[in-house]
């Protein structure tokens, strides 16, 4: 199975910073360093009705007011702006909700073992949250991000606030293992802030939907939407929507470059009735890897599997049927992974369809009535499945011409089929559900050779010899021949062949003679006999006699 290449975080700040004008206020730095709340003041506000519905302490109102040198704290001037240290905001938890599980995710607290995380989970500060291959748990927070942990991945929740009753939402999470996913602040509500903190490289986000990764040392960051200030080392790139950058311990980051564009998924099928299954893509410039993800929605909050190919095919093992979205990327030479193609499918390959036995493909059938066998197929609760079978003479069933349904697992025309090709396929149901049609399986039909017409031939005897000459067969037929005593062909006198119809052996002592004669095909198929009652009479002159027929059998 093809796997992610999962490391341990080092050194690293992810930090989002998500604003707008709807709340009118902004979280910045103070000149001490210390992040502030700039506040942009209302008709009718006061500095007493402010600290009272925001400051953990109203009683600040002093201590605000020399801040921000207010003369008269019962007239503020509606547009200006207070500038209110993070600190002095009053300040509620804000745990995070557990809004998708798939596969193994499980929660980790202190002191107390781990246990299977459920949705709909209130986490709060110091959680762990863990998920195993092929697994994925959706995080949404109180301004509305959602962070999506991917396969194979670890994170703490670190801080989760709500400052100045909801006017501002501080979150700080550590990523332990792992990759996720996040879009940030989809509101767009002003003075939220959003840290994916590991120690090596800072990436500072306003509203966007971004991903981060890393590999041994190496960090990559690609922004899907928006606009992302990506730092390491002292130095920093501002990434847009559609570029990514890495950046290597100890050194700056690159120069932003360009994702690839999303793989061309549109001939990809809508319905697949196979198992695995098989998506082949369109070779793509540049690209070095493709990696695939398999969710019930399009969100993808909810990953089912996971698979990267370093070929343009991607293939997946099973799910029970149903509908589902296919999310495919590109990965480049220095491991960026390109922009999304989504494609959704259904799967329907459910009763299995069974193996097919007999006749198998290209098969020469010279039976008039083939015998048609396949496998059993256990539908569930271990019932017996009913069997849909289809005859036709083209391969894509436009020319049905027998469909039979049968609780065995064969089945024999009770007409005779005209010679020529023929495909065939099963279908197994159980219930009212049919699955799928097996491939189907081409045969031909072609007779067996006809007796031979001993009107159309002569028998000469020379000497001690006997010459029997009959019409030169079709090709690929050749004349088998029994001289025998008896019309049983038990006492066996002579047996011979002949490519051309024409036949030299001894000549057999006088009185009754069966000569049985029949066609035989290259591979060695053979028809009725034809048999002649000879009367050979006594060596006296040459002679010729005509040959009439006795019987065909």
């Known amino acids: 199975m093809?796997?992610?290449?999962?490391?341990?975080?080092?050194?690293?700040?992810?930090?989002?910073?998500?604003?707008?004008?709807?709340w009118q206020s902004t979280l910045v730095l103070a000149e001490d360093g210390l992040p502030e709340w700039r506040y942009t003041i209302r008709p009718g506000d006061t500095l007493i009705s402010f600290s009272q519905r925001y400051l953990s302490r109203p009683a600040d109102w002093v201590r605000l007011q020399k801040i921000n040198r207010v003369t008269d704290p019962y007239h503020?001037?509606?547009?200006?702006?207070?500038?209110?240290?993070?600190?002095?905001?009053?300040?509620?938890?804000?745990?995070?909700?557990?809004?998708?599980?798939?596969?193994?995710?499980?929660?980790?607290?202190?002191?107390?073992p781990e246990r299977v995380a459920r949705v709909g989970e209130k986490l709060m500060s110091g959680t762990e949250l863990l998920t195993a291959a092929d697994s994925s748990a959706?995080?949404?927070?109180?301004?509305?991000?959602?962070?999506?942990?991917?396969?194979?991945s670890q994170i703490k929740l670190d801080v989760m606030s709500v400052y100045a009753g909801g006017g501002m939402v501080d979150t700080k999470l550590r990523m332990q293992e792992g990759r996720a996913e996040v879009v940030a602040n989809p509101k767009h509500k002003s003075g939220n802030r959003l840290q994916v903190i590991t120690p090596s490289a800072v990436a500072a986000v306003r509203g966007t939907r971004f991903r981060v990764a890393a590999?041994?040392?190496?960090?990559?960051?690609?922004?899907?939407?928006?606009?992302?200030?990506?730092?390491?080392?002292?130095?920093?790139?501002?990434?847009?929507?559609g570029y990514g950058s890495v950046a290597e311990k100890g050194m700056p980051p690159s120069a932003p470059v360009a994702l690839l564009a999303a793989p061309d998924v549109k001939n990809l099928a809508t319905k697949i009735e196979r198992l695995p299954m098989?998506?082949?893509?369109?070779?793509q410039a540049g690209a070095k890897r493709w990696v695939g993800q398999i969710a019930a929605d399009v969100q993808f909050n909810h990953i089912l599997l996971e698979r990267a190919s370093e070929n343009p095919r991607l293939i997946f093992a099973d799910l029970p049927d149903g509908k589902y979205v296919l999310r495919v990327r590109a990965q480049d030479a220095i491991g960026l992974i390109g922009m999304?193609?989504?494609?959704?499918f259904e799967l329907d390959a459910r009763p299995f369809a069974p193996l097919l036995l007999s006749p198998v493909a290209e098969a020469l059938v010279r039976n008039a009535r083939p015998a048609f066998k396949w496998s059993e197929v256990i539908g569930e609760g271990a019932a017996k499945n009913i069997y849909h079978l289809e005859l036709a003479r083209d391969a894509a069933f436009k020319e049905v011409l027998i469909v039979q349904t049968t609780v065995q697992t064969d089945w024999q025309p009770t007409q005779d089929l005209l010679a020529g090709d023929y495909f065939w396929r099963v279908a197994s149901?159980?219930?009212?559900?049919?699955?799928?049609?097996?491939?189907?399986?081409?045969?031909?039909?072609?007779?067996?050779?006809?007796?031979?017409?001993?009107?159309?031939?002569?028998l000469t005897f020379v000497g001690k010899q006997m010459q029997i000459q009959l019409p030169k067969p079709s090709e690929g037929l050749h004349y088998e021949f029994d001289l025998t005593a008896d019309q049983a062909r038990e006492q066996l006198i002579w047996h011979g062949d002949s490519l051309d119809g024409k036949l030299l052996l001894p000549r057999p002592e006088a009185g009754k003679r069966y000569l049985s004669v029949r066609l035989v095909e290259s591979d060695n198929t053979a028809g009725p006999y034809a048999t002649q009652v000879l009367d050979i009479p006594k060596p006296v002159v040459p002679m010729m006699l005509q040959l009439l027929p006795l019987a065909t059998s």
């Open 278 to 283: 098989r998506f082949e893509l369109a070779e």
């Open 76 to 112: 503020l001037l509606p547009g200006q702006s207070l500038h209110v240290p993070l600190a002095m905001l009053r300040q509620a938890l804000a745990p995070a909700e557990l809004i998708s599980v798939s596969g193994s995710v499980k929660i980790k607290q202190a002191n107390m």
């Open 340 to 344: 999304d193609a989504q494609h959704s």
């Open 429 to 458: 149901v159980d219930g009212s559900d049919q699955g799928p049609y097996t491939d189907a399986v081409k045969f031909t039909y072609k007779p067996a050779p006809a007796a031979p017409d001993l009107t159309q031939s002569a």
């Open 138 to 152: 959706a995080l949404r927070f109180a301004d509305g991000s959602v962070l999506v942990l991917q396969p194979t």
């Open 2 to 22: 093809n796997k992610w290449p999962y490391v341990k975080f080092s050194r690293v700040l992810l930090l989002a910073l998500c604003q707008a004008a709807l």
């Open 215 to 241: 590999d041994g040392n190496v960090i990559r960051e690609e922004t899907l939407e928006g606009r992302v200030a990506f730092s390491a080392a002292g130095k920093s790139v501002m990434l847009a929507g």
